[in-house]
């Protein structure tokens, strides 16, 4: 079963440029998490989001609740964002369902 | 410093030999729960807790026990492990933002586990 989708599975992108990750998923969900895995394999969260959009820094997470999408931008990306972008939603049962994850490149 | 640790960080072992991996997080957290990532398949949730004696099954909970005896801990038991176990474990832990669920994850280091 495949609760969770995300596109593209591997990115490759020149510093500087503008990167989209998408998650699309087919349940109804409580809010949806966007993690970052490092190349050590360290898992770090970005974002926990419910409705709208968030801003960190050079991330932005948004999502639409309706079309059961979200979309993690990166602006002006560097090769210190090479990573695995996950993006897991939580079930109104506490229950976790993650995506496989975008391997992301980003080449100086 | 607020963080989750595991222990141990490698583990070898072999099929049948009982083995607990520990989880202790310092923050207070009321959530914890446990994954397991394999490669193609990711992150997938094997238990998780909403507090003290309260826990519940994940997506793939056959083969493994938890118990929350204490809100700081949250160990992981293979009673009989077997090859299909090998894995990358994780656990984390959040505080709850009410009825609404866990808020953002902190995660510890990942513990590697081999059966043989």
């Known amino acids: 079963k495949n609760e969770v989708e995300q596109s593209p599975q591997n990115l490759t992108a020149q510093e500087g440029e503008f990167i989209t990750i998408n998650c699309s998923y087919s349940?109804?969900?409580?809010?949806l998490h966007w993690l970052q895995q490092h190349p050590g394999g360290g898992i770090v969260s970005l974002f926990m989001?419910?409705?709208g959009k968030k801003k960190h820094g050079r991330l932005i997470a948004t999502i639409n609740i309706q079309e059961k999408h979200s979309s993690l931008h990166i602006t002006a990306s560097h090769p210190r964002d090479s990573a695995v972008y996950i993006c897991?939603?939580?079930?109104?049962?506490?229950?976790?369902?993650f995506g496989t994850g975008t391997s992301l490149t980003v080449i100086p | 410093e607020a963080q989750v640790t595991q222990n141990p960080r490698y583990l070898i072992t072999v099929t049948g030999k009982k083995l607990t991996v520990t989880c202790s997080q310092n923050?207070?957290?009321?959530?914890m729960s446990w994954y397991r990532q394999d490669p193609g398949l990711g992150l997938r949730q094997i238990y998780y807790?909403?507090?003290?004696?309260?826990?519940d099954k994940g997506d793939v909970p056959e083969g493994y026990k938890v118990s929350r005896k204490e809100k700081r801990n949250f160990p992981l038991i293979l009673e009989s492990p077997s090859p299909n176990q090998t894995s990358l474990y994780f656990c984390?832990?959040?505080?709850?933002?009410?009825?609404?669920?866990?808020?953002?994850?902190?995660f510890g280091p990942g513990t590697r586990l081999t059966v043989t």
């Open positions: 984390a832990s959040s505080f709850l933002r009410g009825v609404q669920g866990p808020y953002e994850q902190y």
């Open positions: 349940v109804g969900i409580s809010a």
């Open positions: 989001l419910s409705s």
């Open positions: 897991a939603v939580l079930l109104t049962g506490n229950q976790f369902y």
């Open positions: 923050m207070n957290h009321e959530y």
């Open positions: 807790s909403m507090n003290v004696e309260v826990t």
